[in-house]
């Protein structure tokens, strides 16, 4: 089968006052940003379509769903680590203006985070996904995090953050029944040209 994981679009930036989680929808750039990914898969059969319950995954799911006639279904575990976060902050944004920080996130040292336990629940909730959906070509919209996650664990390496995806970039990858995994392509973003900077 094959995976298809598009990582969400450029979300707002969000702060809240009250300590509830900040759950950013997309900024105007995302939703432009999911228009054209949906756009440039459309040549592209896909049999199911799952999305982070994040706002920011699943508004990137919308165009695509609309285009396919595909329900969204959601899947707690392909959420991202920062889901209970009281502030978003792009990543490019963190390496920017913190860049001690962002070497820490992308080592997988995250504040108040278990990161063992946000892997864990990506690559189960992804081997159930590819279980569900043998011969099948499903897409996932889920998050930078994610794509890092399931892509280490593909190539064998240690489970951690080693590169930035492009906001709607695509990465797919095929899964077989007998357990082996591979990368097809890794952060396709040609779809993206034209859109200046925000690119993740």
């Known amino acids: 089968m094959e995976l298809i994981l598009i990582r969400h679009g450029l979300p707002e930036r969000v702060e809240t006052e009250d300590g509830t989680p900040a759950d950013p929808p997309l900024s105007e750039v995302g939703h432009e940003q999911a228009r054209r990914v949906a756009a440039w898969l459309e040549e592209t059969h896909i049999d199911h379509l799952y999305s982070s319950p994040m706002q920011r995954a699943y508004q990137t799911a919308e165009p695509l769903s609309a285009l396919k006639s595909l329900d ?17 902050i792009p990543v490019e944004e963190l390496k920017k203006h913190d ?5 820490r996130l992308m080592r997988g040292e995250i504040e108040d985070i278990n990161f063992p336990k946000f892997c864990d629940a990506v690559i189960t909730t992804l081997n159930d996904i590819v279980a569900a959906n043998k011969g099948k070509t499903v897409a996932v919209t889920c998050h930078g995090g994610v794509v890092n996650v399931w892509t ?8 951690r953050m080693f590169f930035n995806p492009n906001y709607t970039s695509i990465s797919r990858y095929r899964a077989a029944s007998s357990g082996e995994r ?9 779809h993206l040209k034209g859109l200046g900077s925000n690119l993740g």
């Open 99 to 103: 860049y001690d920080r962002w070497l």
């Open 182 to 190: 591979s990368i097809i392509t890794l952060n396709e973003h040609t």
């Open 152 to 159: 280490a664990y593909v190539l064998g390496m240690e489970l």
């Open 72 to 88: 969204i279904e959601t899947r707690e575990g392909v959420a991202e680590y920062d889901r209970h976060a009281d502030h978003y």
